[in-house]
């Protein structure tokens, strides 16, 4: 090669780095929105995913601007009434809360199990309690990362079960007086639920769904568990005497109990990208809809061991698919497109669960996900 050829190159070399890493760099700068609010007064019913949606252009950067005030009671939690001030400090965007220290500092909200719901009554007329729902133990209550009623349902709920959790998993033998199909109010028997000491009360009802694999290389990630129902211990020992005090759907043998917990915290996280580039598929949607939108609930091929943790936020890129080229008429790949963000709020080893925050187009099973 000549050394002109040569020199040449070597400038096209470094005029394609200069403008690539600035470039990059910029895809991750923290951009605030030219109508953002100089102050914001939290307000009942707010969600920390709206505010920081009124702050910036891509919420999950709300960590790297938010600034800690230790001189408040429960620094890390946003409460109505606070007011979050925006300001630059030395060039760079930051945002911090002021709050009135004479109001009395809430408890958080949580799913508490004898205090959320009314008592049910068992078949022969007793009262039983029921299984958790959600109790607010103030109405000042920190204010959560997304709205409750889209998400409380499956906090605790299982929504995947393993192969080994399946095995591990109690089941219903028989209802009383050999009652096949079990409803709301029915007592009936179960074994394997592994509770010697006999402390667990409550019970989710659940039936195996359809495996879900990995759309690439068809690693089974686990089975749906399509929930039934809640269930309440009524006497130890095997077999367990249980009653029915919730029902989805209708309820037989062979069904499977998993504990419940008697407490359900809110979610309490702040929105933020995965440490490390990940990628992965959208894999199953729950009730099975074609066209997935906003606030629709979504499994995704990526866990904890993929370092997937809850806050998550993800992009979802739709598949394109490909094209004729007018010239060589060939066919080519078209590159994915952006057509939403999803926020992770459930996590298991082999995939995790998120609410799909934002669609710009409809969202579809297969579509993949990636680091923002």
Avoid at 250 to 279: C, F, G, M, W
Avoid at 357 to 371: E, S, Y
């Amino acid at each position: 090669m000549s050394p002109k050829r040569l020199l040449g190159s070597r400038l096209l070399l470094i005029i394609v780095l200069g403008f690539s890493f600035p470039l990059s760099m910029r895809a991750d700068e923290v951009q605030i929105k030219p109508d953002h609010p100089e102050r914001y007064t939290v307000v009942k019913g707010d969600t920390l995913w709206d505010i920081s949606s009124r702050f910036l252009k891509s919420p999950w950067h709300w960590p790297r601007i938010w600034k800690i005030n230790d001189q408040i009671k429960n620094p890390h939690l946003i409460y109505p009434g606070d007011v979050i001030v925006f300001r630059m400090v030395n060039g760079q965007p930051e945002l911090s809360v002021l709050r009135n220290e004479k109001l009395p500092a809430p408890s958080l909200p949580s799913v508490t199990a004898t205090e959320a719901a009314p008592a049910a009554p068992a078949a022969d007329g007793r009262t039983v309690k029921i299984s958790p729902q959600a109790h607010s133990e103030n109405l000042e209550a920190a204010i959560p990362t997304i709205k409750p009623n889209a998400i409380l349902p499956f906090l605790s709920r299982p929504l995947v079960v393993e192969s080994n959790e399946l095995d591990d998993a109690g089941y219903v033998t028989t209802g009383l007086d050999d009652r096949i199909a079990l409803g709301n109010g029915s007592e009936f028997y179960a074994r394997g639920l592994k509770d010697e000491k006999g402390e667990q009360e409550y019970y989710y009802i659940f039936r195996p769904g359809n495996p879900v694999r990995h759309p690439e290389t068809g690693e089974l990630l686990g089975y749906e568990a399509i929930y039934l129902g809640d269930a309440h211990r009524m006497e130890s020992g095997d077999p367990t005497k249980l009653v029915v005090t919730q029902v989805k759907q209708e309820i037989i043998p062979s069904d499977r109990l998993l504990a419940a917990p008697a407490k359900v915290s809110l979610p309490y996280y702040y929105p933020h990208s995965p440490k490390t580039k990940v990628q992965g598929s959208i894999v199953s949607a729950l009730n099975s809809v074609e066209e997935i939108g906003p606030m629709a609930i979504v499994g995704i091929s990526l866990g904890t061991r993929e370092g997937i943790e809850e806050g998550n936020v993800l992009r979802v890129m739709r598949h394109v698919g490909d094209s004729k080229d007018p010239v060589t008429r060939e066919r080519y790949a078209l590159p994915d497109e952006e057509s939403g963000l999803v926020l992770i709020f459930r996590t298991y080893e082999k995939m995790s669960y998120g609410l799909i925050m934002t669609a710009t187009r409809p969202i579809h099973m297969l579509d993949n996900v990636i680091t923002p």
